[in-house]
């Protein structure tokens, strides 16, 4: 089955970064789109970025400027590099990835940003 595992979460103060990471246990060419949701405390989840096979990106207007997503085939590692960090990117991130006709996820890394 394949496998998306998080790293990279943590607790930071306002204005800081952190840079998530997913690793596949397939080459992340394979999946025809990659990208990442986040669910913040009380609300639905919401697609923060997401890239395709054709290295097309697209975010979340919050985030426009301040994220930005990117792959290194050769790790099979999507990244989520997040500047400027605010107290409402609080949530937990989530990897996911479409592979084939199934849509696969990671178990999730918090993101604490303190005010």
């Known amino acids: 089955q394949v496998q998306l595992v998080e790293s990279g979460g943590g607790l930071v103060q306002s204005g800081g970064s952190l840079r998530l990471s997913c690793a596949a246990s397939?080459?992340?060419?394979?999946?025809?789109?990659m990208g990442w949701y986040r669910r913040a405390p009380g609300k639905q989840r919401e697609l923060v970025a997401h890239i395709t096979t054709s290295s097309t990106a697209e975010y979340v207007d919050s985030v426009k400027g301040r994220f930005t997503i990117s792959r290194d085939g050769a790790k099979n590692t999507v990244y989520l590099r997040m500047n400027s960090l605010k107290p409402e990117d609080t949530a937990v991130y989530y990897c996911?990835?479409?592979?084939?006709?199934?849509?696969?996820w990671g178990q999730g890394t918090q993101v604490t940003v303190s005010s």
């Open positions: 996911y990835g479409l592979w084939g006709s199934r849509n696969y």
């Open positions: 397939e080459t992340i060419f394979s999946f025809y789109d």
